[in-house]
């Protein structure tokens, strides 16, 4: 069962509905008990990095994400959830994240032509880097995914497990041992995002 963390920021419902189409079992919870007992924890999020990492502070949620995946649980970070497993985020000032990737979360402005649209939305191909991640079992190199967002990680090379090109390319998906991250959304994402949710059901 993967526990996907219901902290008041996310797509938690159509997460849920990809996850019952691949015929895996969720559970959207704040509760630390179930999320102990999950065998693996989907990390959802939209909005801002300060917003969100003072909500998972505040309800203790991030000692208890931290203490998981340290212990060797898979976890799973999308989107924001997943800006969120760096070490800080650059985000009107500077926040603090849950560490567990090394590296930090700068604007995209920083690094894209300036004549580029911000946010960067729509439909843009994987370059998967070095050896191909478990969450990318059943997908392959140039498959398209669905990208919402105006901030990417800024990370060493062999945390990053694809790229995006928009303007430059940005990090798509990122991981650390059992910790795993996409920027861009799998549950809008077609067969691609679903296929990876499955991988990652797997791990």
């Known amino acids: 069962m993967i526990a996907i963390i219901d902290y008041g920021v996310g797509n938690l419902f159509s997460l849920k509905s990809s996850f019952e189409e691949i015929g895996v079992e969720t559970v959207i919870t704040a509760d630390t008990d179930v999320i102990k007992s999950a065998d693996k924890i989907l990390l959802p999020g939209v909005g801002a990095f300060g917003d969100a990492a003072k909500k998972l502070k505040e309800s203790g949620l991030d000692k208890v994400i931290v203490a998981e995946a340290k212990g060797g649980k898979p976890l799973l970070g999308i989107c924001l959830g997943m800006q969120l497993l760096f070490e800080r985020g650059f985000e009107y000032g500077t926040h603090e994240g849950l560490g567990l990737i090394k590296g930090e979360i700068h604007p995209i402005s920083t690094v894209i032509p300036s004549e580029l649209k911000i946010p960067h939305i729509g439909w843009n191909a994987l370059n998967i880097k070095g050896e191909k991640s478990p969450i990318f079992k059943y997908i392959n190199n140039g498959d398209c995914v669905y990208f919402v967002h105006s901030f990417y990680a800024k990370t060493a090379d062999e945390n990053i497990i694809a790229t995006a090109e928009y303007g430059a390319q940005l990090t798509a998906a990122a991981g650390s041992g059992n910790v795993y991250g996409c920027q861009f959304?799998?549950?809008?994402?077609?067969?691609?995002?679903?296929?990876?949710?499955?991988a990652f059901s797997e791990v």
């Open 185 to 198: 959304h799998p549950e809008k994402s077609g067969k691609v995002g679903l296929n990876i949710l499955k």
